[in-house]
């Protein structure tokens, strides 16, 4: 079995784990790169791990074979977190981990239509099995203003409108099928000058039309909802993002988590009563070393924040 990913900060990953992790949530499993290495660092510890990904689990459960009796694998997306508790009987975590956004297995398999590199179908769903909605649905029947909002809410696109007027032209004579016949269209939407550009002038089209296809905005905020009832005393934390959109709401949610008092600044004291839930670890987000992205350019956006829950917030 081949799988490409290469897990992004692994050492901080480990680092940042609280002494004598037992147990340890993986949101985002992927190759089961650091939890991999979490199990080599804490060899008693058990691992829940979740992927909305079914290919993704099944890798992940080839490459921690050696580890099978301290792993619980299950097919389930953030939103689906609650349920998986159950079946588990409720497990309180030292360490919880999520790594969003996809994998380079993903990113290159060309049926998985997530790049704009490969030809394929213009798909995008990380859960193929259960999710319905494609890219080239959203591309094909979505709303003039429904497009404008993808692009520019999910990509911050500067050129949204030139694109989206584009593509209702487009459609018209031919729906959209494939990723590279939506790749062509953006490129030839945007400025000259910027078509010779390093980075493709899809790249942000294609990263809002695959937040879009997997509602990963929503995701996220049910994971960030879910995260302080699921830690011991203690527990940390640590949370991997690739854009500033979901890094801003990660920074947020920390802040609100270390200080929810919502009094007014002039009053003396605290009315509302609003506890801190502990404290942020990480004041600005780690990056990748220069080192690090010379290996694995894909890392350059990654973004590490951690938080560290008190004692008493159970
Ligand atoms: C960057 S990869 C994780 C790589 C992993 N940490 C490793 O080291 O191999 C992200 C994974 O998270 C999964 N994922 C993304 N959003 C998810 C969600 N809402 N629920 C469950 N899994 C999700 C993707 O399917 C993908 O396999």
Redesign the pocket.
Known sequence: MQFK?I??L?QKVLDFAPDKTQTIL??????????RRLLEKFPNAKVFA????LN?LKV?EYFLKPFENNINFKH????ELKDCFVNWMNPLFDYI?A?????SD?LDSPERGFSFNHEGPLDMR?DPDRQHTTAAYLVNNSSKNELLKILKTYGEERFAWKIVNTILIEREKKPFKTTKQLAELVYKSVPKHLQKSRIHPATLTFQALRIAV?E?LN??SE?LKIIPLSLKPDGRFAIISFHSLEDRIIKHKFKEWENPCVCPHDLPYCICGKKSLGSILTRSPICPSEKEIANNRRCRSAHLRVFSFKKNNL
């Open positions: 990913h897990s992004v692994p993986d949101c985002t499993l992927g190759c089961g790169g650091h939890s979740i992927d909305r990904d993704a992940a389930a997306s953030f939103s981990l790594d969003i956004g996809i994998s993903q990380m997997n990963e995701e996220l994971l």
